[in-house]
Nanobody, 125 residues
Framework: QVQLVESGGGLVQAGGSLRLSCAASGRTFSPYAMGWFRQAPGKDREFVAT????????YYADSVKGRFTISRDNANNTVYLQMNSLKPEDTAVYFCAAARRRLWPPVAGTQYDYWGQGTQVTVSS
């Protein structure tokens, strides 16, 4: 069984930065891709970014392109989301997820098999 634990959320002013981490544990952790999603109050969960675990290819939602960067540390089974130039509309609970199926890019939540519990990001104006 794979477990994902996010950390790094918090309160930040608009224009600031945060770095989220997602640590994975499990007997054999070798996903096809890792992704970040977010869900704001009263809204549907939305795709943010994804990275292929072996090759490191990345794909971003238009709303975060140029501001967010996804990266991974394969040796430590960790994926990161560096968030810069944060806006109030980035406020949400952020979730990391792991996908086993080989379909690129995995932008739908249904393409992911394991999910973390989420970490709150609040951006004040």
């Amino acid at each position: 069984q794979v477990q994902l634990v996010e950390s790094g959320g918090g309160l930040v002013q608009a224009g600031g930065s945060l770095r989220l981490s997602c640590a994975a544990s499990g007997r054999t952790f070798s996903p096809y891709a890792m992704g970040w999603f977010r869900q704001a109050p009263g809204k549907d969960r939305e795709f943010v970014a994804t990275i292929s675990w072996k090759g490191g290819s990345t794909y971003y939602a238009d709303s975060v392109k140029g501001r967010f960067t996804i990266s991974r540390d394969n040796a430590n089974n960790t994926v990161y989301l560096q968030m810069n130039s944060l806006k109030p509309e980035d406020t949400a609970v952020y979730f990391c997820a792991a996908a086993r199926r080989r379909l690129w890019p995995p932008v739908a939540g249904t393409q992911y098999d394991y999910w973390g519990q989420g970490t709150q990001v609040t951006v004040s104006s």
